[in-house]
């Protein structure tokens, strides 16, 4: 298949999204990559894109002639995309000029042999246009992406190729876990006291579905043949009004000092934890986006706006963890629930299971049962635990999570999730189809599967993480959250009070089973065992975390306990 355009760099974060966008606008698109591209091509499997039109193949920017031959069906090209570049920091000086600089330099030469070529689009950088490289005081990668926007207009010119160069800022979306993303794990772990830079520093951001619409435009318009733009997005707040805007978001405090950039130079690295090459970009400075923004007008281009923009990608952040798991399936993000900052995900409104989870887990642990289940799911991190701020009220956060639902949905508590689910259906019966009961605590032996002395707290920030996970029969990343500021101190608050509260549930549970009419099914694993004789569903070799060791089997249970009967989808099971 012959193509029309190619992108080189295809399986990076920017180079995908142009495929993407190349794509459903019918083009034929070759995909370069340097690697095998299975990571690229399940990604735009994830994402639903057609790939009729792609065709991947493997090339080496830093070898002349890219290790391409026109018999690959490249004949053809007329459209050039350099998104290939190495995007790091600490690299050596020729680690990034090979690929920032000598590979730039090959994709020129490439382009410039093609011989119905109508554009070469190379992707530089916003603080990189114009001025000489400076290795020392840059840092190898701003400078050699500084050397290397220079020598690609001089080669186009010698050689006569039509080129554009695109300048974006820092691109984010679902992906992106570099450079500003680092400084919001910072904030979400409690790691950033203060900010760099002073009260005017400028990171502007812009999305990535945007930028990759504006390059896809680029090459359809003859206007911007010679053309340099900045693609940024002028009302990105300056730096300390980011970071509080992403803080009230995640619901997590905003640091109120700065430190100048001048004093974290002379500071040890050690000390500041900051990385020196990030300091050229704590800068006022701002950019001539006019030019950018007149062609996206003219080609029907429109920029999300900037909070909703970083609200969403903070949302990505936290679901994959900082690059560290794969997000969440379905709708997730924070959302208000009873004045809490909470962690959401699945169907707000019309679910047909609202699942809330156990000590110390959060609401991923839903996630394989849910995709047994086939059938739309609500689950949220309790308010305190995991992702999710304190609230003053458990029981009036459950009714504010239940307000928007328009469904009867079946109640499903695990352990100490058990206790919000059966106040609700005392409360509401009228609004609930069944309740099941998964491993409640307060029906088995108090046998401290977690500590609940307040003298506990500092182990149990130790053994998070693989040692916990291993202890519990869980895995490592459904502990992730306990070194979160305050996490293990409130985990061993929620194990103290379900202590206390043993009793009062027992009559709780009583009142639901004989006056409310809601059907009430307790599912317990083999492993764990009740400590009074009430008839339950068991999970054969399953201990306290069954939705975790026993998704298919729990799934099955939740459907017989009252949700509706439909077949299960065909998946493998774990455990």
Sequence with gaps: MTTDSIVFGAAGFVGRSLVAELLSRGRRVAAAVRGPGERLTSWLAAQEVDTAGLTVVTADITAPGLGLADTEGLEAVRDVYNAAARFAFGLSVEEARRA?????????????????????????????SGGVADYRAEGAYEASKREADAAVRIRARELGVPLTIVNPSTVVGPGQFIGLASLVEDLWR??????????????????????????????????????????????????PELVALVAGHLGVPAPRRTVPVGLLRRLPRA????????????????????????????AGLRMPPAGEVLRSWADGLVGSRFGAAAPPRGPYGFQDVAGSRTWVTGERESPEYVMLHGLPLDAGSWEEVGDRLAVPVLAADLPGLG?????????????????????RPVLVGHSFGCGPVLRYARANPGRVAAVVLVAPAFLQPP??????????????????????????????????????????RRVVEAMRAAHSGRSELRRVLDQVMEGSGVPVTIVTGSADPLAVD??????????????????????????????????????????
């Design 190 to 239: 409690g790691r950033l006291p203060a900010l760099p830079g002073g009260p005017e520093v400028f990171l502007p951001v812009v999305e990535s579905g945007y930028f990759a619409r504006f390059m896809a435009a680029v090459p359809e318009h003859e206007e911007t043949e010679g053309r340099a733009y900045w693609v940024l997005d002028d009302d990105t707040p300056d730096l």
């Design 100 to 128: 920032n600089v000598t590979g730039a330099l090959n994709v020129t030469d490439w382009a410039a042999a093609r011989p119905g070529l109508r554009r070469l689009v190379h992707i530089s950088g916003y603080r990189v």
């Design 447 to 488: 046998s401290g599967w977690l500590p609940r002395s307040r003298a506990a707290v500092p182990a149990l920030r130790r053994m998070s993480g693989a040692r916990l996970g291993e202890r519990l029969g869980v895995p490592a990343d459904a502990v992730a959250d306990l070194r979160r500021p305050g996490a293990a």
């Design 534 to 575: 009430v008839p339950a569903t068991l999970v054969e070799g399953a201990g306290h975390y069954p939705q975790l060791t026993h998704p298919r089997e729990l799934a099955a249970a939740l459907r017989a306990a009252g949700g509706p009967a439909r077949p299960e989808p065909l998946r493998s099971a774990r455990g």
């Design 387 to 407: 992702r999710s701020a304190p609230a003053r009220s458990l029981d009036g956060w459950t009714a504010a999570l239940m307000a928007p639902v328009r469904t």
């Design 271 to 298: 000390l500041t934890g900051v990385d020196p090459e990030t300091l050229s970009f704590m800068s006022g400075d701002r950019y001539d986006t006019a030019p950018a923004l007149a062609f996206a007008e003219r």
